[in-house]
């Protein structure tokens, strides 16, 4: 059974950071391409950041210089430093793998994000 779980959420001022974390297990982690979302309230969950096995990244327009995306295989764990944060940053951040062979994938359950101004 794959499982997912986030971590390093909460609450920051505005230009401050933070980082979350995933980790993922039940599965062979290097097989997927593995991303960040986010869903603010009253919007769509949008896409922020990913980075496949190979360590290609892309990024939303909106985050591109604020924020990084990486990961351990070793670890099974994707991370996001996001920095310069801005109070339309605010959202729930969900994890998310996908595989590479049949697009199956799979979710976190959320961490809540807060930005102040």
């Known amino acids: 059974q794959v499982q997912l779980v986030e971590s390093g959420g909460g609450l920051v001022q505005a230009g401050g950071s933070l980082k979350l974390a995933c980790a993922a297990s039940?599965?062979?982690?290097?097989?997927?391409?593995t991303g960040w979302y986010r869903q603010a309230p009253g919007k769509q969950r949008e896409s922020v950041a990913s980075?496949?096995?190979?360590?290609?990244?892309n990024y939303a327009d909106s985050v591109k210089g604020r924020f990084t995306i990486s990961r351990d295989n070793g670890k099974s764990t994707v991370y996001l430093q996001m920095n310069s944060l801005k109070p339309e940053d605010t959202a729930v951040y969900y994890c998310?793998?996908?595989?590479?062979?049949?697009?199956?994938?799979?979710w976190g359950q959320g961490t809540q994000v807060t930005v102040s101004s």
């Open positions: 998310n793998i996908r595989r590479s062979s049949d697009l199956r994938e799979y």
């Open positions: 039940g599965t062979i982690f290097g097989f997927y391409v």
């Open positions: 980075i496949s096995s190979l360590g290609t990244t």
